[in-house]
């Protein structure tokens, strides 16, 4: 029977970053010896395929898992969703340094607190529960482990341990760093004792571009699959919306997470941090006020972008007479509130 652990997995950064580097290293170098955790290294999540031996791993655990990377936990934990790694979504009280300035007493107004009834969920998810911390947050080690071994003490985690993942089994990286192609994995982050409970993933990976389902929120309303002109959503055995071929999908272009009307799209890599899975809404304010200074609306940049994507492609542009959603459409006409009076006035006046 394996020793009840905890898994910690550090997802790395993408390229080489030495500030990156140093504070996965340093989170390694205080978790290792730690007799309640098992501690694994590997690329970064959103660019390991489904077959890499990173997957393959965190597919092997049972029990809870915190996972810290480089990006938004929901992004996270979505991905690890899509890829087979699933769980309830564990709550930390890790908090950012940015929002430990804010004062106790503002009410927030993030998305996060909006409730989605019609949500479609996640089929079949076992009872576990998955910890994402975004490195971002803090540039220290210390409030990492502080907040890893107080998860920690709070559970009694069956895991499969680290120690028992053959190396030399098909699943297992191989152990020059090399991939079949020949093309250099990482390397260890850290020299360790031998007995530590650690594994260093050193498969290489590549950058990717795709999109990522939250299905928390998705009501499968298939306005996305409307909107995709590149083949990249489809539906599953019970008819939910699926990411099918995210490698049809353009590099850079977020056009659909504009459109979701209930923001359930995330690209993990976007600059925008609504759009990547930060707290907030993609669209931004309810009242639209770029309107006001003549910048497109949301649904006008989204097809602005997809109409750049369908040109390189060498397809005819659409605009906005194709996929456009039609959110409106069917409900019965009623008696205006505050907001269509604003709006009204808004509209009226001469900029």
């Not at 990006?71 to 430990?100: C, F, M, N």
């Not at 993030?110 to 969920?121: F, L, M, T």
Request: with cysteine; proline share 6%.
């Amino acid at each position: 029977m394996a020793a009840k652990k905890l898994t910690v997995v550090i997802s790395q950064g993408q390229g080489n970053n030495p500030a990156k580097r140093q504070l996965e290293e340093d989170i390694l170098t205080e978790l290792v010896l730690e007799p309640k955790i098992d501690v694994s290294v590997v690329p970064h999540l959103y660019d390991m395929s489904k077959d890499h031996t990173g997957l393959l791993f965190l597919r092997s655990v049972v029990g809870d898992i915190i996972f810290l990377s480089w990006l938004y936990p929901r992004g996270a934990h979505w991905i690890l969703d899509r890829q087979g790694v699933k769980g309830h979504e564990g709550e930390t009280l890790l908090k950012s340094e940015s929002d430990e300035e804010l004062e106790d007493d503002i009410p927030s107004l993030d998305e996060d607190e909006k409730q989605y009834p019609n949500a479609i969920g996640t089929p079949e998810v076992p009872n576990r529960k998955i910890y994402s911390l975004d490195l971002r947050d803090h540039s220290g080690p210390q409030v990492y482990v502080a907040e890893i071994l107080r998860i920690a003490d709070e559970q009694s985690v069956e895991t499969v341990s680290l120690g028992g993942f053959d190396l030399g089994s098909p699943a297992a990286p191989p152990t020059n760093g090399q991939t079949e192609n020949g093309n250099i994995g990482h390397e260890p982050i850290a020299d360790q004792p031998a007995d530590a409970n650690r594994l260093a993933i050193k498969e290489a990976t590549k950058r990717r571009w795709y999109p990522v389902i939250d299905y928390s929120r998705c009501t499968n309303c298939m306005e996305c699959i409307d909107f995709c002109l590149f083949g990249v959503y489809g539906v599953d055995g019970l008819d939910r919306i699926l990411v099918e071929e995210q490698d049809s999908c353009k590099k850079g272009c977020p056009a659909c997470s504009r459109v979701c009307p209930e923001n359930a799209i995330i690209f993990p890599g976007h600059k925008t941090p609504a759009v990547a899975g930060a707290p907030g809404e993609v669209a931004g304010m309810k009242i639209d006020l770029s309107k006001l200074f003549g910048a497109p609306s949301a649904i006008e940049l989204a097809a602005q972008e997809r109409d750049v994507e369908l040109e390189a492609d060498g397809r005819e542009t659409v605009g906005m007479s194709v996929g456009i959603p039609k959110r409106q459409s069917g409900h019965q006409s009623e008696e205006k509130d505050e907001m269509d009076t604003l709006m009204d006035s808004l509209d009226s006046l001469d900029f």
